[in-house]
């Protein structure tokens, strides 16, 4: 039986699935070749389209067409193939996808949707398609509980939760399944459904409350994508009233094995657990003299069984750190911790490492510990909700940041993407908002993510076109030449009025929204930039700093260590310069810092009136939210450059080259 499409609650924006979107595909003749749940989810989808469109579709026909569309499972063998992979051809007027597996007859059929009626046109072809990661993720830091501090979601600028309400499972599963099936769309096959910071009604998910899981779980299934959970670590202690949860003790080995299959019982395609430990406060293995990777084996071992993973984020630093104390760089701590560990993590633990030493700035270098552990299976993890990034009130696309870090190769020439065999995730950035993701155009993000997470190599634009036409399916060439000026660039505009050349953080503690160029400078969390009258930066050299360069493998390590090869973007990261050092561009940081922020706002002043010129061409809610949104990062952006221009006038006493107002 074709499983109907799910259909999303009443005013809830279609994203990247429209129903227009569907056209070329409905009004066709379609063959339906194979058998399984995935399969009934392809002829519902197509079912569905060709109800709207006038088409026809036919299951397994003894009927020979002729068909313009065949969808079969079979014929390429799974050894080609894969689960996920699948080849598409055209030959004769038809266009025929082929896969092995159920996944991979979806994923056909999405790739036939974004093709619309490209997908019918020319002349004989053959292509076989297969992801490069076997795992794309998104972490939910979604509360079960409203955290008084944090919320409902962490992080979150989107809503409420999609799975979470004040304490409980919210119940409305059509939406949890009209989101696995925007997330098939893009290529995502695997969510984890609670933050990583795990509380105390959130760690009842694994025991007495894994049913709302379970429910969750079966609303995902039929569009491919597995669930994951967070855990404590201290979960034997907290739940299962044993004295400890050191990782090598018989009773927490075994309290984790019954937990574990108890899961499995309720969720046979569990995809296992994420962990942060030893991370701001989260218990971990430290407290028992244990290591990370005895930590993380811990609960492998409980997971092998059933084919689970265990995803172990490096995210561990000292978070009450001592800001006198110029011997600790948090910048290092992910490596220093890690790197010797290398080898000595279970094959079915994957570490979890963010893409940057720090935590998701607007500009950071890639983080050293990705290219120093060939021997422990790491997975590459970005952050979609942008914590750092103008919190879904501003505009920034973050595709070119994130194919930037992708194609980084360190030393043996391996890229990012290539390194990531655990998979890549990312921080997800949804919510019950009406629009997804708060701001109706940081739906791009996700949809990058997913796509990049397939191919990580993927040209970032060519992935936005993607989203426009399957978003926009009508779009004249204005529209999406509007869509390409306002998103395109601004990632890097955002960065124009923020933290200047890598140094980051200059956010408001706590919420990080807007800036406070000091906010940082005297905490404890290891977040400093170190301006004086004389410069400005972390010097993180060998040399003369604290060393991290030194992570680094050839080229990288060289050219991080002097400021006279350090890429402009992150001298600041690596380097304490006087305000009047000459970068690449000719220009002196603190021109560089005025000239950059006045840039931003102009072009931020600009964004907006490409963006009511579109007006009309976009239906009127998302063209409101969207221009609602664009007032407040005008205003957001403004202060920033005051701000910050204004701190570093009165730091240094340089006046600004071109004389303009600095207040
Ligand atoms: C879930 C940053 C965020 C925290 C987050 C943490 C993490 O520090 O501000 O909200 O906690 O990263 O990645 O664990």
């Given at each position: 039986?074709?499983?109907?499409?799910?259909v999303p609650?009443?005013?809830v924006d279609?994203?990247?699935?429209?129903?227009a979107a569907?056209?070329a595909?409905?009004?066709r003749?379609?063959?339906?070749?194979?058998?399984?749940?995935?399969?009934?989810?392809?002829?519902?989808?197509?079912d569905d389209a060709?109800r709207?469109?006038?088409?026809?579709?036919?299951?397994?026909?003894?009927?020979?067409?002729?068909?313009?569309?065949?969808?079969?499972?079979g014929a390429?063998?799974p050894?080609?193939?894969?689960?996920?992979?699948?080849?598409?051809?055209?030959?004769g007027?038809?266009?025929?996808?082929?896969a092995?597996?159920?996944r991979?007859?979806?994923y056909?059929?999405f790739?036939?949707?974004?093709?619309g009626?490209?997908a019918?046109?020319?002349g004989p072809?053959r292509?076989?398609?297969?992801?490069?990661?076997a795992l794309?993720?998104l972490?939910?830091?979604?509360?079960v509980?409203?955290h008084?501090v944090?919320?409902?979601?962490?992080?979150g600028y989107?809503?409420?939760?999609?799975?979470?309400?004040?304490?409980?499972a919210?119940?409305?599963?059509?939406r949890v399944r009209?989101?696995g099936?925007l997330?098939a769309a893009?290529?995502i096959n695997?969510?984890?459904?609670?933050?990583v910071?795990?509380?105390?009604t959130?760690?009842?998910?694994?025991?007495?409350?894994?049913g709302?899981?379970?429910a969750?779980?079966?609303a995902l299934?039929?569009?491919?994508?597995?669930?994951h959970l967070?855990v404590s670590?201290?979960?034997?202690?907290?739940?299962?009233?044993l004295s400890?949860?050191?990782?090598?003790?018989?009773?927490v080995?075994?309290?984790?094995?019954?937990?574990t299959?108890r899961?499995y019982?309720?969720?046979?395609?569990?995809g296992g657990y994420?962990?942060?430990?030893d991370?701001?406060g989260?218990?971990?293995?430290?407290?028992?003299?244990?290591?990370?990777?005895e930590?993380a084996?811990?609960?492998a071992a409980?997971?092998?069984?059933f084919?689970?993973?265990?995803?172990?984020r490096?995210f561990?630093y000292?978070h009450?750190?001592?800001?006198?104390?110029?011997?600790?760089d948090?910048a290092?701590?992910?490596?220093?911790?890690?790197?010797?560990l290398?080898?000595?993590?279970a094959?079915?633990?994957?570490l979890?490492?963010?893409h940057?030493?720090?935590?998701?700035?607007?500009?950071e270098?890639v983080?050293?510990?990705?290219g120093?552990?060939?021997?422990t299976r790491l997975a590459v993890e970005?952050?979609?909700?942008?914590?750092?990034?103008?919190q879904?009130?501003?505009v920034?696309?973050?595709?070119?940041?994130?194919?930037?870090?992708?194609?980084?190769?360190?030393?043996?020439?391996t890229?990012?993407?290539?390194?990531?065999r655990?998979?890549?995730v990312?921080v997800a950035?949804?919510?019950?908002?009406p629009?997804w993701t708060?701001h109706p155009?940081?739906?791009?993000?996700?949809?990058?993510?997913g796509?990049l997470?397939?191919?990580?190599?993927?040209?970032p634009?060519a992935?936005?076109?993607e989203?426009i036409s399957?978003?926009?399916?009508?779009?004249?060439t204005?529209?999406?030449?509007?869509?390409?000026?306002?998103?395109?660039?601004?990632?890097r505009t955002?960065?124009?009025y923020t933290?200047?050349l890598?140094?980051g953080?200059m956010?408001?503690p706590?919420h990080?929204?807007?800036p406070?160029?000091d906010g940082?400078?005297?905490?404890?969390?290891?977040?400093?930039?170190?301006a004086?009258?004389?410069?400005?930066?972390?010097?993180r050299?060998?040399?003369?700093?604290?060393?991290?360069?030194?992570q680094y493998g050839?080229?990288?390590?060289?050219?991080?260590e002097?400021?006279?090869?350090?890429?402009?973007e992150?001298?600041?990261?690596?380097h304490h310069?006087p305000?009047?050092?000459?970068?690449k561009?000719g220009?002196?940081v603190?021109?560089h810092?005025?000239?950059?922020?006045?840039e931003?706002?102009?072009e931020?002043?600009e964004?907006?009136?490409?963006?009511?010129?579109l007006?009309?061409?976009?239906d009127?809610?998302r063209?409101?939210?969207?221009?609602?949104?664009?007032?407040e990062?005008?205003?957001?952006a403004?202060e920033w450059r005051?701000?910050?221009?204004?701190?570093?006038?009165?730091?240094?006493g340089v006046?600004?080259g071109?004389g303009?107002?600095?207040?």
């Amino acid at each position: 039986m074709p499983l109907p499409v799910p259909v999303p609650p009443e005013g809830v924006d279609p994203a990247w699935l429209p129903p227009a979107a569907f056209r070329a595909v409905g009004s066709r003749r379609t063959l339906i070749r194979g058998s399984g749940p995935l399969v009934e989810t392809v002829h519902g989808e197509v079912d569905d389209a060709c109800r709207r469109f006038g088409g026809r579709v036919v299951r397994d026909a003894s009927d020979d067409g002729p068909y313009d569309l065949v969808l079969g499972l079979g014929a390429d063998g799974p050894e080609l193939l894969g689960e996920e992979g699948f080849t598409s051809a055209r030959e004769g007027g038809t266009t025929t996808v082929t896969a092995s597996g159920g996944r991979g007859l979806l994923y056909g059929l999405f790739h036939v949707v974004r093709l619309g009626e490209a997908a019918f046109t020319g002349g004989p072809s053959r292509r076989t398609h297969h992801p490069a990661l076997a795992l794309r993720m998104l972490d939910h830091w979604d509360n079960v509980a409203v955290h008084p501090v944090m919320g409902q979601v962490e992080r979150g600028y989107a809503g409420g939760s999609l799975f979470w309400r004040d304490g409980r499972a919210r119940g409305d599963l059509d939406r949890v399944r009209a989101y696995g099936r925007l997330l098939a769309a893009c290529g995502i096959n695997a969510i984890s459904v609670n933050n990583v910071n795990v509380h105390a009604t959130e760690a009842r998910l694994l025991t007495d409350r894994v049913g709302e899981v379970a429910a969750v779980a079966e609303a995902l299934r039929p569009y491919g994508v597995r669930t994951h959970l967070s855990v404590s670590f201290a979960a034997p202690v907290l739940l299962g009233g044993l004295s400890t949860a050191d990782p090598l003790d018989g009773a927490v080995r075994s309290w984790w094995a019954e937990a574990t299959r108890r899961v499995y019982e309720a969720i046979p395609d569990f995809g296992g657990y994420v962990v942060k430990a030893d991370s701001e406060g989260q218990p971990g293995p430290f407290a028992y003299g244990r290591s990370h990777a005895e930590g993380a084996n811990l609960l492998a071992a409980a997971l092998e069984p059933f084919g689970g993973t265990v995803h172990w984020r490096a995210f561990v630093y000292d978070h009450r750190q001592d800001w006198r104390d110029r011997t600790t760089d948090r910048a290092r701590a992910a490596y220093d911790h890690f790197v010797p560990l290398d080898g000595e993590f279970a094959a079915n633990a994957v570490l979890q490492v963010k893409h940057g030493p720090m935590d998701f700035q607007v500009r950071e270098p890639v983080s050293p510990l990705i290219g120093a552990v060939p021997r422990t299976r790491l997975a590459v993890e970005l952050q979609a909700t942008q914590e750092y990034t103008g919190q879904q009130r501003h505009v920034c696309w973050l595709g070119p940041m994130w194919s930037e870090v992708l194609r980084f190769r360190h030393e043996d020439g391996t890229s990012v993407g290539e390194s990531a065999r655990g998979g890549l995730v990312a921080v997800a950035n949804v919510g019950d908002d009406p629009f997804w993701t708060g701001h109706p155009l940081a739906q791009a993000n996700l949809y990058t993510f997913g796509r990049l997470a397939w191919q990580p190599d993927a040209e970032p634009r060519a992935v936005l076109d993607e989203w426009i036409s399957l978003s926009f399916p009508d779009a004249p060439t204005r529209l999406a030449d509007g869509l390409h000026a306002v998103l395109d660039g601004s990632w890097r505009t955002y960065e124009k009025y923020t933290a200047p050349l890598g140094v980051g953080f200059m956010v408001q503690p706590g919420h990080h929204y807007g800036p406070s160029v000091d906010g940082y400078e005297y905490s404890p969390w290891g977040t400093y930039h170190f301006a004086d009258r004389d410069g400005i930066g972390v010097d993180r050299s060998v040399a003369s700093g604290t060393g991290f360069a030194g992570q680094y493998g050839t080229p990288w390590a060289g050219r991080y260590e002097s400021p006279d090869t350090c890429p402009d973007e992150l001298l600041l990261f690596f380097h304490h310069v006087p305000y009047g050092h000459v970068l690449k561009s000719g220009k002196t940081v603190i021109q560089h810092i005025y000239d950059t922020h006045f840039e931003g706002v102009e072009e931020v002043e600009e964004a907006l009136s490409v963006w009511a010129l579109l007006a009309g061409l976009v239906d009127p809610a998302r063209h409101g939210r969207v221009a609602e949104r664009y007032e407040e990062q005008l205003r957001s952006a403004r202060e920033w450059r005051d701000q910050v221009n204004s701190y570093f006038f009165r730091k240094s006493g340089v006046p600004d080259g071109r004389g303009r107002l600095i207040h």
